[in-house]
């Protein structure tokens, strides 16, 4: 080959190569990472924690066949008035709950005495159980109406979103046969009754409901007639049971009547995980690279620059929205301005308070739409405060939402911690967290008492969750942030197998992990996941 030709020929080649160079791609940004990860197992919720409202209805025969001391006749199956200390007992062992209330109907040929809904008022529920007398007859239906119409004002007046998650219970206790002024009610007729009142608590959506009946015995004699008669009473209150969900159970004597170790009081079905979250407030997912949000706020270090707020308060002008949030709502004719003060209505008192420990204020949460006692307004397992500062609706359940387009929904980029505006699979790949979590099956609780508990125990292992490098301040709840604190919560959602679509429980448990700690594989046990109510 000439000299020519070998020129023309290098060239060729260099137009190839600057042709080529000229079409590849951008180069790729990237950035030194420093990644943690979360260890360790939770529970799932126990039935036996009140952590939801439980409403107990007594209604008790006090009909003439009791005895009556007073009135000179011992010889009755309750005539010292046992099973109203049993009444009491019950009650005083869980009144001091906060969610639980009771409601006491005494009854014989009517109701005579009653509190006419549910409370937890010692001084009034006291007062029903002292003015008891044993008279006339034994009226179930009339009882039963009368159960009927409490239980559904109760209901009627109750709040709404708390509904599902609350249980009624009635406690009917008789020691006889249905009679009412000297006529027996039929079977059909009363098991009617009960089939009404559980249709009507079923229809307003209420969580659970059990009608448990007991029958007291020591009033029927042991001849022919007196079995024949302990018999059809058995049958009318196991009936009455079956029907409203509950339990049928004898007393030998009024000395046995014991209904702590024999009325549930939990929500007693399996709960499971609807939705979980582990995230970084300290760390903002961007479109090619992660930030350093030292506050915490939703606004990087680099953005709080630009806007003038401080990197290290989460409410620069101290009004009750966050420096994000303002910016985050504003809108070209309500303009919100983080170093201003005076745009925001918020109550001096109510600054900085987080009512539902969702991650927003409930200043912010007034101003937003949302629940500012509901960790999760729109029910679908994300807390309010993750979607904000992630861009998904926390007003509007978006199972099915995908704002990027990349095939992977909204939900399941909030969960991995990736920009839900990204469509880069590799970058989205790279900056995933990733859930390991195995079911270790059910776990034995001991309640107290004989009646058998479980829970469900999870394991799980977090990895690839990035931490960065922010600078320390004092946080609005007292703590202490050191420079390269990087706050780390992981959210469980919970819900009863039976109801799925009720308001989730939630539990957090939250670590602190510092980018320069030599071990950054953070261990959590059961004992770390605090309920949110």
């Known amino acids: 080959m000439n000299n020519q030709m070998r020129k023309a020929f290098s060239i060729i080649v260099v137009f190839l190569i600057m042709t080529g160079c000229s079409e590849s791609p951008p180069l790729e940004r990237t950035q030194a990472r420093t990644q943690a990860s979360l260890n360790g197992s939770f529970l799932t919720e126990s039935p036996d924690e009140i952590n939801f409202p439980v409403k107990v209805l007594f209604a008790i025969d006090c009909s003439l066949s009791m005895g009556d001391e007073e009135m000179g006749i011992v010889d009755g199956s309750d005539p010292y008035f046992l099973r109203i200390e049993a009444v009491r007992n019950f009650i005083s062992r869980y009144n001091s709950n906060e969610n639980t209330s009771f409601g006491v109907m005494l009854w014989s040929n009517t109701v005579f005495e009653t509190t006419g809904g549910f409370t937890k008022d010692p001084a009034v529920l006291d007062n029903i159980l002292t003015d008891v007398q044993n008279d006339t007859t034994t009226d179930y239906l009339g009882t039963l109406d009368e159960i009927f119409i409490d239980l559904r004002n109760d209901i009627i007046n109750s709040n709404e979103e708390n509904r599902v998650r609350s249980k009624y219970i009635v406690i009917f206790l008789s020691d006889g046969v249905p009679n009412a002024q000297g006529q027996s009610q039929a079977d059909a007729d009363i098991f009617s009754r009960v089939e009404d009142i559980n249709s009507m608590v079923t229809e307003y959506g209420v969580g659970s409901f059990n009608f448990h009946t007991f029958l007291l015995l020591g009033n029927f004699g042991n001849d022919a007639y007196g079995q024949a008669r302990r018999a059809e009473a058995e049958t009318t209150l196991a009936g009455m049971a079956e029907r409203g969900n509950g339990r049928f159970s004898l007393f030998e004597s009024a000395e046995a009547v014991d209904f702590i170790n024999i009325v549930d009081m939990r929500l007693t079905v399996e709960y499971k995980v609807k939705y979980m979250v582990a995230y970084n407030y300290n760390v ?70 987080d009512s539902d420990k969702d991650g927003l204020t409930d200043c912010e949460e007034l101003v937003k739409g949302t629940n500012r006692l509901v960790p999760d307004t729109d029910l679908d397992g994300i807390p309010d405060g993750i979607e904000f500062l992630t861009g998904t609706n926390p007003l509007e359940v978006q199972h099915t939402m995908d704002t990027d387009f ?35 099956g059910l776990v034995r609780i001991n309640q107290g008492t004989e009646m058998e508990s479980y829970v469900r125990r999870f394991n799980f292992n977090i990895s690839n969750i990035d931490v960065v490098d922010t600078t320390g301040y004092t946080a609005a709840d007292g703590q202490v942030r050191r420079d390269g604190d990087n706050l780390i919560r992981f959210f469980l959602a919970e819900v009863p197998e039976d109801t799925p679509d009720s308001p989730p429980v939630f539990r957090m448990a939250e670590a602190v992990i510092n980018i320069n700690d030599d071990n950054k594989d953070i261990i959590l046990t059961p004992a770390d996941f605090t309920l949110l109510q």
């Open 284 to 353: 903002i997912p961007g479109v090619e690279l992660v930030y350093a949000d030292s506050d915490g706020d939703g606004l990087s270090d680099d953005e709080e620059e630009q806007y003038g707020t401080d990197p290290e308060m989460v409410d620069t002008d101290g009004d009750g929205l966050s420096d994000f949030f303002e910016i985050k709502v504003s809108s070209p004719g309500h303009v919100l301005n983080p170093l201003d003060p005076t745009d925001s209505n918020c109550d001096r008192a109510a600054v900085g308070v």
């Open 406 to 440: 990349d095939g992977i929904v909204d939900w399941l980029e909030v969960q991995r911690h990736t920009n839900v505006t990204s469509n880069d699979e590799k970058i989205r790949e790279r900056y995933s967290y990733r859930y390991n979590i195995t079911d270790a």
